[in-house]
């Protein structure tokens, strides 16, 4: 099972039936898993903003007339017009972090947005430098890591380290409930070639995923290098203090 679709069932248990709940997604691109929850809960309300656009296929053009959705082109580091400080209950972005170049500005705006007690979670790739899948990605790697001027914001892409992230997350008024770790390689290859057609197979695929979740608690007590080689997605789970 993918990952981002564990983390949106967790987010739906933040959910009360019958009472509304807000939802803005950074860097949408052209999937989310919280398409099923936005069709589920009628009284969601979700926000998708997205700065390079839908692409040709745009998977998601029905989704996006549905009357509990609304889309902005736009970055995330930039003020949402149409809704004030404090309005959301969740603020999410999936494999968007580390193609950030203003990451305090994003991060900022991801935390401005949510309600007090509301939740930040922010889900980031570290594939892209640990496991290159060529030269001109890892070339453009290493630019945004050591010569980010060099790249467009639209091309964006470094190595993000995890107290990076962690201390930018503190600095705007919120408490880091959980992080967890995800896509550990041989078993993202391993669900790859998983045959997933009988019922059994497919459980045990959701297994390996849920078992990454479980194990996060134990994987952040272990040395960054090693915890880096291992989980290639991390997830930051936090919350808005008052302020
Ligand atoms: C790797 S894609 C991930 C898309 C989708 N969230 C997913 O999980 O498949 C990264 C997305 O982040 C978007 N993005 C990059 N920089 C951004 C920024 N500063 N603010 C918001 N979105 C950004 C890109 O346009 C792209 O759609």
């Known amino acids: ?36 929850l936005v069709k589920k809960y009628p009284l969601v309300e979700y926000v998708g903003v997205e700065p390079i656009g839908f692409g040709p296929k745009d998977s998601l053009k029905d989704f996006r007339k549905l009357a509990n959705v609304k889309f902005f082109n736009q970055f995330g580091e930039e003020r949402l017009r149409a809704y004030t400080a404090g309005y959301f209950d969740v603020c999410a972005s999936f494999s968007v972090l580390e193609h950030v170049k203003n990451l305090e500005a994003f991060l900022k705006n991801s935390i401005d947005y949510v309600k007090t007690n509301g939740r930040i979670v ?78 059994l197979s497919k459980k045990l695929a959701a297994d390996l995923s849920s078992w990454e979740f479980l194990v996060s608690k134990y994987v952040r007590a272990m040395p960054d290098d090693i915890r880096e080689r291992f989980f290639l997605s991390v997830c930051f789970w936090a919350k808005k203090k008052i302020t």
Not at 139 to 149: I, S
């Open 1 to 36: 099972m993918n990952p981002k679709v564990l983390v949106v069932q967790k987010i739906e248990t933040f959910i009360t039936p019958n009472k509304p709940f807000r939802i803005l997604e950074l860097g949408v691109g052209s999937t989310t898993p919280f398409e099923y």
């Open 122 to 199: 922010h889900f980031y790739d570290r594939g892209h430098s640990m496991r290159p899948s060529s030269f001109r990605e890892r070339l453009h790697v290493f630019f945004g890591n050591y010569l980010p001027f060099l790249l467009p914001a639209k091309k964006f892409v470094r190595h993000l380290d995890e107290k990076k992230v962690d201390n930018l997350i503190r600095k705007y008024g919120t408490e880091i409930e959980e992080i967890t770790y995800h896509n550990m390689p041989d078993h993202k290859q391993f669900i790859k070639n998983l045959d997933r057609n009988d019922s």
